[in-house]
């Protein structure tokens, strides 16, 4: 098996929650090369942050951007109202996608692919194709199992590894090259997600990192030039932000070691959540919309705090049943 195309929904969770099967395959398949095509303009960002992380697991293939095709892509996918046409435009979607993939990859040679969508790509040479339409529909699998059920098909072991090239020693340093101390004891508070409605409230995260502060933990900030504000309304005195009017100072690379050093991560359902549980770290995640049975941090399920099942919404989601779980990591 010389090389495997393996095509995941596109955020850097979505990849996260693929490691498993990228490494079940590369345990399979000692000398073949797992490839992930790149074919819009905020997938090629998200990968090539990513690179680092994945040397020799698997690596990605750069298409060149038609700008027609990724126009069509933002309209359905950006916009104040997409939850509302979310659902209206699903098939749209699905077929969109298909399309993209199929112009992108004509004639591209594989031994196997495996499809993460409820469709073929008709255009690629590949004798060995598979997708989500051979997967039985289980409601209540978490996408990770449900991706290794792949695995189960080609008669492959399933490996649960999530892992990544990372080191916790190596100096932090943020995008200007200069090193960034951290104390010793301190909680990574994720305040940014790719949709407002998965974000968590203002005052929520300030009562948690009061509590921090009370315990001896210092607050650190991370976030997008979106949660500039929050973060600065939020900060405390003790408070590290790492967030600018201009964006993250950090990199995944560095990010990643400033997750592996901290006692907890909090965040809402977004990749740098994901990304955490991944290289081990201690995570609780915060979930209104998205369900957790099926999106929860995989490693960190038992710490999650959510209101998918009755209001939804992250501002219902309570500081003091966040403070629980976090009593219960510091106990361990």
């Known amino acids: 098996m010389a090389k495997i ?18 490494h079940s395959l590369r345990n399979a398949f000692k000398d073949c090369e797992i490839v992930i095509p790149v074919v819009d303009r905020r997938q090629e ?6 690179e680092k992380l994945c040397t020799g697991i698997v690596s990605f293939s750069y298409k060149p951007i038609d700008d027609d095709i990724e126009a069509k892509r933002i309209s359905l996918y950006r916009g104040k109202d997409f939850p509302e046409r979310y659902k209206l435009e699903a098939k749209e979607r699905t077929q969109f996608e298909r399309e993209m993939y199929e112009h992108y990859l004509n004639g591209a040679e594989y031994d196997l692919a495996i499809i993460l969508r409820n469709f073929y790509i008709d255009t690629l040479s590949c004798p060995n194709q598979f997708s989500l ?3 039985q529909k289980r409601n209540h699998d978490h996408v990770v199992d449900r991706n290794l059920r792949f695995a189960e098909i080609l008669g492959i072991q399933k490996l649960f590894d999530f892992t990544l090239n990372k080191d916790k020693d190596e100096l932090l340093e943020n995008h200007f090259g200069e ?11 994720i305040l940014g997600a790719g949709r407002l409605d998965k974000k968590w409230t203002e005052q929520g995260n300030k009562e948690l990192a009061r509590f921090c502060e009370s315990e001896g933990y210092i607050p650190v900030l991370i976030g997008s030039t ?10 405390t005195e003790s408070a590290v932000n790492l967030i600018t009017s201009k964006g993250s100072l950090l990199d995944l690379e560095n990010f990643c070691k400033i997750a592996l050093r901290a006692k907890a991560i909090i965040g809402p359902d977004t990749g740098l959540t994901h990304l955490s549980d991944a290289i081990g ?3 609780i995640g915060l979930y209104g919309p998205t369900r957790p049975h099926k999106f929860a941090p995989y490693n960190n399920r038992r710490f999650v705090v959510s209101t998918n099942h009755t209001s939804k919404l992250m501002q219902d989601i309570k500081s003091k049943d966040v403070i629980c779980k976090l009593e219960k990591i510091l106990e361990n």
Do not use: W
């Not at 101390?181 to 990574?188: I, S």
């Open 226 to 235: 979106e949660d500039y504000q929050m973060s600065k309304d939020i900060e």
């Open 179 to 189: 090193t960034i101390d951290l104390p010793l004891n301190y909680m990574v508070f």
């Open 133 to 135: 339409r051979n997967i």
């Open 5 to 22: 195309l393996c095509v995941p929904q596109r955020g850097i969770g979505d990849f996260v929650h693929t490691l498993p099967l990228i």
């Open 45 to 50: 960002k998200d990968s090539r942050s990513l």
């Open 281 to 283: 770290a201690k995570v």
